[in-house]
């Protein structure tokens, strides 16, 4: 009878074996074709980005912002209200030709040839500038949508090496209770089982509500529902090969773009503040209205007054002009140090973003040694069940060792790819 039974569970674990065997495969296994790993996982996680950036209000915020900054241009192409005036003589001056009865005036300022022109310029460079923002916006929220993506698989993916990890402790139970009944094992090792499945459990039940919490995030990127299902890739492998990356694309990122247009838009500043720096001419006219004088008759009588005027405005005591020359001096200094420091500060995150990629590999690489190594341990634990000297207690130890390198893999794959989305945040 012991025989029978110990055949049948020896048949349980060697069929359990093969199923978890077939999933640590998949995992430690790379594609033979790089362009197919990376072509199932962008068709998916690209129809992700492009939702996203269709619907996220961030960037919409950031579009409007900029069509506002592009009307400021028909706002600055104007030119100073004309001015019109109507006086009454209460006490009307007496001429040759009549008394003046009322007067009414018209005054027309225009600015220095060139000052609209320079204000549209001015204004057109912010809305450059404000464009830069849209494109920062917009690689930013690609890069957070992958890596929220990529944390769903390596929660998926942990999910189900905990289901292998809890099922194959169902089947060592087994064993361990058989074990138990023909005097092999002690009950301790049974609740040593147990104990073991139930942190597996709770690892995947809070596993489970992180997941849920992730696909929230993600949904809000894409601003959707909240509980609308998020599917992720089954399997993610890491290239056999390392992409170069282009470090000197680092210089056309918009972040520093902005302040190259930045700058130009102070050049465009200080060109109107020389221009409304100028005199500003006026022309106008007044009509004063003259009643006739009685009892006397010539030619002129009562003829109304008609004079047309030209005016000059000269900022002769302002010194608001050369203030501002000064400050646009100083604003394109402080935009060239920030610049600098910005540059150093992406180059900086570009190396690390390089170096942990290379170190995911290693470490992936790594953990596809231990869990060979693990897996022969395990195979001469089952071995030495048939000879009935087998150890549970060791059974745990390896297991716990396999489950560890599996997630540790797992971690590996989610940060190769989470430094890649930086990678190309800051170089595509």
């Given at each position: 009878m012991n025989n029978v039974k110990k055949s049948h569970f020896q048949s349980q674990v060697s069929s359990f074996k093969h199923r978890a065997s077939s999933y640590q495969h998949q995992i430690v296994l790379v594609l033979c074709s790089i362009f197919f790993v990376f072509k199932g996982n962008a068709q998916q996680l690209e129809t992700l980005i492009d939702e996203a950036l269709k619907?996220?209000?961030?960037?919409?915020?950031?579009?409007?912002?900029?069509?506002?900054?592009?009307?400021?241009?028909?706002?600055?192409?104007?030119?100073?209200?004309?001015?019109?005036g109507v006086g009454y003589f209460v006490s009307e001056p007496e001429t040759r030709?009549?008394?003046?009865?009322?007067?009414?005036?018209?005054?027309?300022?225009?600015p220095w040839f060139g000052t609209i022109t320079s204000r549209e310029q001015y204004v057109t460079?912010?809305?450059?500038?404000?464009?830069?923002?849209?494109?920062?916006?917009?690689?930013?929220?690609?890069?957070?949508?992958?890596?929220?993506?990529?944390?769903?698989?390596?929660?998926?993916?942990?999910?189900?090496?905990?289901?292998?990890?809890?099922?194959?402790?169902?089947?060592?139970?087994?064993?361990a209770l058989t074990s138990v009944e023909v005097g092999r094992a002690s009950a301790v090792d049974v609740l040593r089982l147990q104990m073991r499945h139930n942190d597996l459990e709770q690892l995947k039940a809070v596993l489970q509500q992180q997941f849920l919490a992730e696909q929230t995030h993600l949904n809000n990127l894409l601003n959707r529902g909240n509980d609308i299902a998020v599917t992720v890739v089954d399997d993610l492998t890491i290239p056999t090969e390392e992409f170069d990356v282009n470090a000197e694309s680092l210089n056309l990122h918009p972040e520093l773009l902005k302040y190259d247009k930045l700058f130009k838009s102070?050049?465009?500043?200080?060109?109107?503040?020389?221009?409304?720096?100028?005199?500003?001419?006026?022309?106008?006219?007044?009509?004063?209205?003259?009643?006739?004088?009685?009892?006397?008759?010539?030619?002129?009588n009562g003829k109304d007054i008609l004079m047309p005027m030209v005016s000059v405005s000269i900022p002769i005591f302002n010194k608001k002009y050369k203030s501002i020359t000064k400050q646009n001096r100083l604003q394109q200094q402080e935009l060239v140090v920030q610049k600098e420091e910005r540059l150093n500060t992406l180059e900086t995150l570009l190396d690390k973003a390089v170096n942990e990629r290379v170190s995911a590999r290693i470490s992936y690489?790594?953990?596809?040694?231990?869990?060979?190594?693990?897996?022969?341990?395990?195979?001469?634990?089952?071995?030495?069940?048939?000879?009935?000297?087998?150890?549970?207690?060791?059974?745990?130890?390896?297991?716990?060792?396999?489950?560890?390198?599996?997630?540790?893999?797992?971690?590996?794959?989610?940060?190769?790819?989470?430094?890649s989305a930086i990678i190309n945040y800051l170089t595509n």
């Open positions: 619907n996220n209000p961030e960037i919409q915020s950031f579009e409007i912002k900029h069509q506002v900054a592009s009307e400021k241009v028909n706002e600055v192409n104007t030119i100073p209200n004309t001015e019109f030709t009549g008394a003046q009865r009322f007067k009414i005036s018209a005054k027309q300022m225009l460079s912010l809305a450059d500038a404000k464009y830069e923002d849209i494109v920062i916006a917009k690689r930013k929220l690609v890069a957070s949508v992958s890596q929220s993506y990529y944390s769903l698989y390596a929660n998926k993916a942990k999910q189900n090496v905990l289901t292998n990890n809890i099922k194959l402790l169902e089947t060592y139970e087994t064993m102070i050049e465009q500043s200080e060109l109107l503040n020389q221009k409304e720096g100028s005199p500003m001419i006026g022309f106008g006219l007044d009509y004063i209205n003259v009643e006739k004088r009685p009892n006397v008759n010539f030619s002129e690489a790594t953990q596809v040694k231990n869990l060979k190594q693990a897996k022969d341990a395990e195979d001469i634990l089952i071995k030495s069940y048939e000879t009935g000297t087998i150890d549970f207690k060791d059974v745990l130890d390896i297991q716990e060792l396999q489950l560890k390198f599996q997630m540790n893999q797992i971690e590996s794959i989610k940060t190769y790819y989470w430094q």
